[in-house]
């Protein structure tokens, strides 16, 4: 009796002391250590946080539910927990331009383990310094604005112009997916100089298959949405690497040069700091920074466009007019045309205003920081969330209204205290004056000799990525051509 008495006193004992542990540790994470005051907010499920919440999909034009219900709750700055990272999100411009302001000095890029998984552990997103600066500008000589007015400008108008041609007349496409195998195709030409139809590495389907869980929970378990992007990303990689182990080993002699051939003339120079780590993840990154956000953007810039007359017959005047104002109508794209299209400028800064891409911007604290009474310890990271900025009341009339004339009389800054579609700091999208380009050149050969009808589709949904669920189905005509409608419901743009 004795013992048994024993055994459940010392059982009793253990279970004791193992709910006193778990109790504490339930504490300490919903009362995180703190030298000040924290932001108001809530950390979730222990080892979950708010991850489930966050991911919820929503629908149209709007804030997060999740980023709502806290902002209403605590404010404008509020601590949370996604994904185990304890974060402070703010949905204040001043502090998010006081983030942008201090990179380096008090805040580094930082992104949750699972995005350095997924984009590759030597990404140009989450580099640092002298070694971000330097695969910058190695962008930027792809795209700045000198390459812009000297190759691209044609390359990008032969690419739409091909492509809007192979889509007239036919009975109805998926714009979405039509759009991002453009975009895709022209890509991975400039930088790869890879041909789907004359490879049979199928990168598209690598990269496809990395789509569809990049925005998922990271559980990396055969099966999981995860699981699968992880997969895409080492196909799509294994792809890329034996595009460069054959480029190195038989270089180009008399083609014109792509940025491919520029990373191998780095990877041979002495003391570069390109190694080829830092190439394969450069060249991924890229490849899909090239067709996804570009292709999301000219979707919904054109079902934005089809929804507002006044716009369209805005746009198409500015565009016909270039075309009159030139002495040969068949000529092509200048820079001074792209750059006098002001009023489609203010169309595409609009759509990127509404888009909200890039759901959140994350930055880790280097010293505890002193904000509005409260205090953010180092080590924790801020996510800055610009939806929250660009449908805010208060720093726009409207703001859930597409309306590109709130931006006329005022300068397009790529990134401003209101404005962080393209980001912020020295960190701005490196490749945002390129987007911009390639929206701009297609809208104007599409308004100018096209007419086209929605057939189907058109919802968006978010995860908080942008999403088509019912696809976006349009048909597109020449505007000289006159056919029967495919059908008698579909909403037409002439």
């Known amino acids: 009796m004795k013992s048994n008495s024993l055994m459940l006193a010392l059982l009793s004992v253990v279970v004791s002391a193992v709910i ?8 300490k994470w919903r009362n995180p250590k703190c030298n000040g005051k924290l932001p108001p907010g809530s950390m979730g499920l222990p080892l979950l946080g708010e991850t489930i919440q966050f991911f919820a999909p929503y629908r149209a034009n709007n804030i997060s539910p999740f980023i709502t219900k806290k902002m209403e709750r605590y404010g404008s700055i509020f601590k949370t927990n996604l994904v185990g990272h304890r974060l402070i999100v703010s949905t204040d411009a001043g502090f998010n331009s006081f983030i942008f302001q201090q990179e380096g000095k008090l805040f580094q890029c930082c992104y949750p383990k699972s995005f350095n998984e997924i984009a590759g552990r030597e990404n140009m997103v989450s580099a640092e310094g002298f070694l971000h600066k330097y695969l910058r500008n190695l962008v930027m000589n792809l795209v700045g604005n000198e390459s812009m007015k000297q190759k691209l400008i044609p390359k990008v108008e032969k690419m739409v112009c091909e492509h809007l041609q192979s889509w007239c007349g036919q009975a109805c496409i998926e714009f979405r997916e039509a759009v991002a195998k453009m975009e895709f195709s022209f890509g991975a ?15 598209k389907q690598a990269y496809a298959d990395f789509q569809h869980g990049l925005i998922s929970f990271p559980l990396n378990i055969p099966g999981t949405a995860y699981w699968k992007c992880l997969q895409g ?3 799509a990689v294994e792809i890329i690497k034996s595009i460069l ?3 190195r080993a038989t270089p180009r002699e008399r083609q014109e040069k792509d940025f491919l051939d520029l990373v191998i003339e780095e990877i041979k120079k002495n003391g570069s700091l390109m190694t080829e780590a830092i190439a394969l993840d450069l060249l991924f990154i890229l490849v899909f920074a090239a067709f996804e956000t570009t292709s999301i953007a ?7 466009v089809c929804e507002h007359p006044k716009v369209l017959e805005e746009l198409t005047k500015e565009h016909e007019a270039i075309l009159r104002n030139r002495k040969n109508i068949e000529s092509g794209i200048t820079w001074q045309e792209y750059k006098s299209m002001t009023f489609t400028h203010t169309v595409i800064h609009e759509t990127v205003r509404l888009a909200n891409i890039v759901p959140g911007i994350f930055r880790k604290v280097l010293k505890d920081i002193d904000i509005k009474g409260y205090t ?18 208060k720093q726009y009339d409207d703001p859930f209204t597409f309306n590109p004339w709130r931006w006329q009389g005022q300068e397009l800054n790529a990134g401003s205290q209101k404005f962080m579609g393209f980001g912020g700091g020295p960190r701005l999208c490196a490749g945002a004056e390129f987007s911009k380009l390639q929206m701009a050149i297609f809208l104007h050969h599409l308004v100018t000799k096209y007419r086209w009808r929605v ?5 968006i949904i978010r995860i908080p990525a942008v999403m088509f669920p019912n696809g976006f189905h349009i048909q597109i005509l020449e505007k000289n051509i006159q056919k029967d409608a495919t059908t008698t419901e579909s909403r037409e743009t002439v």
Not at 20 to 27: D, E, N, P, Q
């Open 20 to 27: 006193l542990c778990i109790t504490h540790w339930i504490y």
């Open 189 to 203: 030409k400039i930088l790869l100089s890879y041909s789907e139809s004359k490879s049979s590495k199928n990168l």
């Open 233 to 235: 990303r080492k196909k």
């Open 245 to 247: 182990e054959e480029r």
């Open 298 to 304: 000219l979707t919904l810039a054109v079902k934005n």
């Open 376 to 393: 953010i310890p180092a080590g924790w990271i801020v996510m800055v969330c610009p939806p929250a900025v660009h449908m805010n009341p």
């Open 455 to 459: 057939i189907k589709g058109g919802d």
